[in-house]
């Protein structure tokens, strides 16, 4: 089944679902906040004095050309002539940018680490909305110093399907370096039909009462570590529920983490996912 006929099934089932069964559980409004990064000096630039006129802190609603819109957060001391790493976190179905922000709450600790965070607005899953969003990071690049060979992606539910189809569809020309899907509602059926894109380091996240795709995340994660070219072996999983495919290249480090919740709940392992994007995988 092709990307448009399988979200033509599922748009509406996945909004509604997540919509009804979102936890509501207020988020420590501490986590939402920018913090400063230890630059370590002296300071290689990699970026001309000037030549980024991005804010630091927050900025809200910024649209691309292709009409995507989306909210940057940097280090409160963001410095405009250093490369930091990027990641940008794409939303679960009817989930603004702000909603998906409070639901992931990475930016305290993403900033911390250097990190410049980017939440995509939703836009109904589809080809061409995925191809509109593709372009956020090269924007994000046009107006902030980013370290292009260190841009990851990552999202929940339909964010989740989002970062993985932005990295294996042909069409698209802008790819991660790394990527961290969430809850994404492709199995095994829907992936084969595409080519293995090359070879990167994944980290596939998904709940094991996740009723909705249920058994998606492992039948995801092994077609990535075949085509990453590991063993389809996993080693025990470790105290976050992480486990690793045996040999894989240098790389190409592919992982599969499984832990408690529903399919609405965002695995709570910021520091794993953060670890995993600062790794040499």
């Known amino acids: 089944m092709s990307l448009d006929v399988y979200e033509m099934h599922l748009f509406y089932l996945t909004t509604l679902l997540f919509l009804l069964s979102a936890c509501g559980t207020p988020v420590d409004s501490t986590l939402l906040v920018p913090a400063a990064f230890k630059y370590i000096k002296p300071l290689e630039a990699s970026c001309i004095a000037q030549s980024k006129n991005g804010n630091a802190g927050l900025t809200n609603n910024v649209e691309t050309g292709s009409g995507a819109t989306y909210n940057l957060r940097t280090p409160t001391n963001y410095n405009a002539t250093f490369a930091h790493p990027l990641i940008v976190v794409y939303a679960p179905a009817g989930t603004s940018a702000s909603k998906s922000e409070r639901h992931v709450h990475l930016t305290k600790e993403a900033t911390e680490a250097g990190f410049v965070v980017a939440y995509a607005e939703n836009i109904r899953l589809s080809l061409p909305a995925i191809k509109k969003v593709s372009v956020i990071p090269s924007d994000i690049q046009k107006k902030w110093c980013i370290d292009s060979a260190r841009i990851y992606y990552t999202g929940h539910s339909?964010?989740?399907?989002?970062?993985?189809?932005?990295?294996f569809l042909p069409e698209i020309a802008s790819k991660p370096n790394a990527i961290a899907p969430s809850a994404a509602g492709m199995n095994a059926e829907s992936l084969e039909q595409?080519?293995?894109?090359?070879?990167?380091?994944v980290m596939v996240f998904h709940n094991a009462q996740d009723n909705h795709f249920e058994g998606f995340g492992k039948q995801a994660a092994d077609?990535?570590?075949?085509c990453n070219q590991c063993s389809n072996e996993l080693i025990v999983a470790d105290n976050d529920g992480c486990r690793i495919y045996k040999n894989c290249p240098n790389g190409a480090k592919t992982y599969y983490c499984e832990g408690e919740g529903s399919h609405s709940d965002w695995p709570n392992k910021n520091s794993v996912l953060i670890d995993f994007f600062n790794s040499k995988n």
């Open 158 to 167: 339909d964010g989740g399907t989002i970062t993985n189809a932005l990295t």
């Open 223 to 226: 077609w990535w570590a075949n």
């Open 194 to 201: 595409y080519k293995c894109p090359p070879a990167l380091p």
